[in-house]
């Protein structure tokens, strides 16, 4: 008997918040897709993996019905093994009774139970979507998938079987002309969810610590409290113009030239304004490629000096340029101390940041910028420039570490490149 009170603990209904265990879904004429928009951590992936089982069994109130053909969607095959199927919060780890049979090679999950069946699929790989349907369909982190709109289209087309199609979308916000039609769409019910409501699921100073150093930030807002920030009207940048100019293959190409640009804060309290530090390279003669975002804040002038030469070296950058309007020519020597043999090309603003910046933002329209990877501080920075010459009411210090690297790099006469491989 007591045995049986531990399984009744274990259910569900007892571990859920109310937003993740949705009564209403019991009541007729309820929409047939459900959008959960959340921060980092606040639930979503065990909402998603507590949401298949219930299909796969027909267990309410996800379902009133059983299931049997279910499609997992992911940005890749890897997220969706890893994260939606044997993650911590997967499928698996929250199956109770006799847990779903993996079935890896075939990429489908099999519930001996019931017969359901959830098979695998990549959002890099929308045409693999063809053919197969589904009855339900649980799609996660939909606004990082690489092929958006192809892949959520596709899919649609095979939600056909059963008397009434079932779909899960669960991610963190990102704005997406499809996610601004999902959240306006009343075939889908959308439940918002924030990272400070799961609190007591996550380690011990987690929520202190994350809200410290991004509370009240733009990537703080989305990553956080899953509000989707939307871009900043008469910002230089755009989230779209930046999707565009991700090239993560890139990454590996030789290069001809690369910098390491710094903009030095005025101070070193904790308080004062962040040291920008970004790195970039020339892919070729008319495309450049941003490598790093080592930004640091609170250090003081040996500290960030430190941390532009580990850069440098790091990536046999051919220089660092540094802006001298807060120090003049002591941050060349501060750069000299920490290490003598680093070239230091001092550069001086002598315009406005948003001056300075508006080449620069022609050379993205151009699509002759690129990112090796995704720097989230550094493009909410972008996406909210104005003006002002000010990002979030800040001095947007990445950003003008970009700008000088980048005209460094492409904006004036450049020494004779030497050719290497990252």
């Not at 959830?118 to 790989?125: G, I, K, T, V």
């Not at 609190?199 to 994350?210: R, S, T």
């Not at 962040?274 to 020339?282: N, R, S, T």
Request: aromatic share 6%; hydrophobic share 40%; proline share 7%.
């Amino acid at each position: 008997m007591a045995r049986r009170g531990e399984q009744l603990l274990d259910e569900w209904l007892f571990q859920a918040r109310g937003e993740q265990y949705p009564l209403w879904r019991l009541y007729p004429g309820v929409p047939g897709g459900w959008l959960v928009i959340g921060g980092r951590g606040a639930g979503k992936t065990r909402l998603g993996a507590e949401w298949v089982n219930g299909m796969a069994r027909g267990h309410s109130p996800f379902a009133l019905e059983r299931h049997g053909q279910i499609a997992l969607v992911g940005e890749t095959l890897a997220d969706v093994r890893e994260v939606m199927v044997e993650g911590p919060s997967g499928i698996r780890a929250v199956a109770r009774g006799t847990l779903p049979r993996f079935e890896p090679s075939r990429r489908r999950l099999v519930w001996e139970c019931s017969g359901a069946v959830a098979q695998m699929f990549s959002a890099e790989d929308p045409d693999s979507l063809r053919g197969p349907q589904f009855s339900a369909a649980w799609c996660d982190e939909l606004a990082k998938w690489k092929h958006l709109d192809a892949t959520f289209d596709m899919l649609q087309f095979g939600l056909r079987l059963g008397m009434r199609p079932q779909q899960l979308i669960t991610t963190t916000p990102k704005p997406s002309a499809l996610l601004r039609r999902l959240m306006a769409d009343p075939a889908f019910e959308t439940t918002r969810m924030s990272t400070r409501d799961n609190a007591p699921n996550l380690a011990p100073g987690f929520i202190a610590a994350i809200e410290a150093r991004y509370g009240n930030t733009r990537l703080g807002r989305q990553e956080l409290e899953g509000e989707m920030i939307e871009d900043r009207e008469g910002a230089m940048w755009s989230r779209e113009k930046l999707e565009a100019a991700l090239s993560p293959g890139l990454a590996g190409a030789a290069l001809s030239r690369v910098v390491v640009a710094v903009d030095p804060p005025a101070g070193s309290r904790r308080s004062s304004d962040a040291c920008g530090i970004v790195a970039a390279g020339l892919v070729s003669p008319n495309e450049a490629l941003v490598l790093a975002d080592a930004t640091v804040q609170g250090l003081s002038p040996q500290g960030w000096a430190a941390r532009a030469v580990a850069l440098y070296h790091e990536l046999e950058a051919d220089c660092i340029v540094a802006e001298v309007n807060q120090g003049g020519d002591m941050v060349a020597a501060v750069i000299g101390n920490v290490d003598p043999g680093v070239p230091v090309r001092s550069v001086r603003a002598t315009r406005s940041k948003h001056t300075r910046a508006e080449p620069v933002a022609a050379l993205y329209e151009q699509r002759r910028v690129h990112h090796a990877a995704r720097f989230p501080a550094l493009e909410d920075e972008m996406c909210d420039f104005g003006p002002n010459g000010l990002s979030s009411g800040h001095s947007p210090d990445r950003l003008d570490a970009l700008v000088w690297a980048i005209t460094e790099l492409m904006l004036r006469g450049a020494p004779e490149p030497r050719v290497r491989a990252l």
